[in-house]
C-alpha cells in the first residue's frame, strides 16, 4: 500500500520521524555326552508394552474482558503491515513515511506491543514495502508483495525477501528458486479485454504462512484466459520447490493461506477470469504443503441471487484452535455491494458451512477480527464503511471465540477512538494500531 493510500493525517498532527536506529547487521570343544535329561527350558516372559498416552492439550485460558492501555503516539510515521511474537516482546514491518514523497520499508521492533523503535530501513523500491512477516527454523523471514504496475515486464515482478537472526540485523535473502518461481509471469494489472468491472485481481505474491511442515507461499498471475496459480513450499525460505492445486481447481484465485490442524488451508475461487460474474467460493487444505485436496464449501443461496452464477469468492481465512472462519466477498463491483463479510465457519478446513447471518452474533466485519491459531478476537461495533474514518464510531465492544461459531462477550472498560489500521492478536493481549497511535488490551482471565 504506498503513502497515498492511507489516511492523511495533517501536518501539524502528523508523527513525525525520528532518526532511526540503522544497524547494517570364537569354536570350542563339542558338548559332552550325559545320562541325565536335559533340563526343561522355561519361556522367559516378555513383558507387556503400555502404550504411551498422548499428553493432554493445554486448556485455552478464557479471557473475559479486554483491557486498553493508554495509547502512545510515536514520533515518527508508521504503518504495520505484520507483527509476530518474538523474544519475549514483538518484532513488525511496515512502511516508514518520510515525507509525502517517500517511505522507506521498516523493521521494527518493541518490548510490549507499544513502544516501537526502528532496527532498520531501506528504500525498496516501488511499492515493495515488507507485508508477510513469518517465524520458522529459529529466524524471521519478511516478504514485500512485487511491483505490479507494469503487466509481465521482466525483472519488475519480484517479491523481495529479508531475513533476521535476531530481528535487528536484516539482510536481503538471496534465492535463486525463489526468483526462478516468479520469472517469466504474468503479474500486473488485469489485462485490459478483461471485464474491469470486477474487484482487482491479486497478482504476485499474496500470502505466506508458516507451519509445521515448513512455508507455503501463494500467489497469482494471468494466463490467456483465466488464472495460473503460484504454490510454492520450503523448509528455510532458501530453497523453494513449486506445488499443485488438484486438477479441478479450475482457473483458481488464491487469497490467503494459514497454518491449521499440522498442516495449511488455503482460501480463494475457482472460475476466475475474465469474466467476473464466474468465479466461485473455493478452498484447498493439505497437511503437509505438498499434497492438496478440494474442499467442499457450501454456500448460502442469498449470498447469490437468481440467475446470477459465482459472484464471489473466499476473501481471506482467520483460524483459531478449535476452527476458522471463511470471508466471502464479491468478485463483481455491485453500487453498494458489501466489501466482505464472514460468510463461512469449519473446524476442520475440508468442509465449509455457512455462517447465518441473520442470527449469528457477533456480526464479524473484515478489519476488525484478528486470530493467531489460538483466539479470534472481533472489535465493534464496526462502522457502515470500513475505510472512512469520518464515520468512525468508535470500538467500545470485544469478543473472543476459539472455534468462530461461540462467542464470549469480553468486558471493555474503555472506548478505542483511532481508527484501525491493524489489530494482531497475541499469546498476552491484542495490539492495536490506529493511524496516528497504538494501544495494548491486556485480558482479563478467568480463574
Given amino acids: ?86 523474544g519475549g516482546g514483538y518484532v513488525a514491518v511496515g512502511e516508514i513515511v518520510i515525507d509525502a514523497s517517500r517511505s522507506d520499508a521498516g523493521f521494527l521492533t518493541s518490548p510490549d506491543g507499544l513502544n516501537w523503535t526502528v532496527r532498520y530501513q531501506v528504500e525498496p523500491g516501488v511499492d515493495r514495502f515488507p507485508r508477510h512477516l513469518v517465524v520458522v527454523g529459529g529466524e524471521l523471514l519478511a516478504f514485500s508483495h512485487p511491483n505490479t504496475f507494469a503487466l509481465g515486464q521482466p525483472g519488475a515482478s519480484e517479491p523481495l525477501v529479508w531475513r533476521s537472526a535476531d530481528g535487528i540485523v536484516w539482510s536481503a535473502v538471496d534465492s535463486q528458486s525463489w526468483d526462478d518461481a516468479w520469472n517469466g509471469l504474468m503479474i500486473g494489472p488485469m489485462p485490459a479485454a478483461w471485464d474491469q468491472l470486477q474487484h482487482p485481481i491479486p497478482a504476485g505474491l499474496v500470502d505466506v504462512a508458516s507451519g509445521p511442515a515448513g512455508l507455503v507461499a501463494i500467489g497469482n498471475s494471468f494466463g490467456d484466459d483465466g488464472m495460473v496459480p503460484v504454490v510454492l513450499l520450503s523448509t528455510d525460505g532458501r530453497d523453494w520447490s513449486p506445488v499443485s492445486l488438484p486438477a479441478d481447481a479450475v482457473s483458481p484465485l488464491l487469497r490467503a493461506v494459514v497454518p491449521y490442524g499440522g498442516g495449511f488451508v488455503l482460501v480463494g475461487a475457482v472460475d476466475a477470469g475474465p469474466r467476473g460474474e464466474s468465479a466461485t467460493p473455493a478452498a484447498w487444505y493439505s497437511g503437509d504443503g505438498v499434497a492438496w ?26 483460524a483459531g484452535s478449535d476452527g476458522l472462519v471463511g470471508w466471502w466477498s464479491l468478485r463483481g463491483m455491485t453500487a453498494g455491494g458489501p466489501g466482505s463479510m464472514a460468510a463461512w465457519t469449519s473446524s476442520d478446513g475440508r468442509t465449509w458451512e455457512p455462517r447465518d447471518t441473520n442470527t449469528a452474533r457477533p456480526g464479524l466485519s ?68 490506529g493511524v496516528q497511535s497504538f494501544w495494548f488490551g491486556s485480558p482479563t482471565v478467568a480463574p
Fill in 293 to 318: 485436496s478440494s474442499a467442499t464449501v457450501n454456500v448460502d443461496p442469498r449470498l447469490f441471487p437468481t440467475g446470477i452464477v459465482g459472484m464471489g469468492e473466499m476473501r481471506d481465512v482467520t
Fill in 1 to 86: 500500500m504506498t503513502t497515498s493510500s492511507r489516511r492523511d493525517v495533517g501536518a501539524d498532527s502528523r508523527m513525525r520521524l525520528s532518526t532511526p536506529v540503522l544497524v547494517s547487521s570364537g569354536g570350542g570343544p563339542g558338548p559332552v555326552a550325559s545320562d541325565s535329561p536335559p533340563p526343561t527350558l522355561q519361556p522367559t516372559p516378555t513383558p507387556t508394552l503400555a502404550p504411551t498416552p498422548s499428553p493432554e492439550p493445554t486448556p485455552v485460558a478464557r479471557w473475559t474482558g479486554l483491557t486498553w492501555s493508554d495509547a502512545l503516539t510515536p514520533s515518527f510515521v508508521v504503518h504495520l503491515n505484520d507483527l509476530v511474537t518474538w
Fill in 366 to 433: 473484515a478489519g476488525y477480527v484478528a486470530g493467531d491459531g489460538v483466539r479470534m478476537v472481533a472489535l465493534g461495533p464496526a462502522p457502515n464503511t470500513a475505510t472512512d474514518p469520518a464515520l468512525w464510531p468508535g470500538l467500545s465492544q470485544a469478543w473472543v471465540s476459539t472455534d468462530g461459531i461461540s462467542w464470549t462477550t469480553l468486558s471493555v472498560p474503555r472506548e478505542l477512538d483511532d481508527f484501525v489500521e491493524g489489530v494482531w492478536v497475541v499469546p498476552d493481549g491484542v495490539i492495536y494500531a
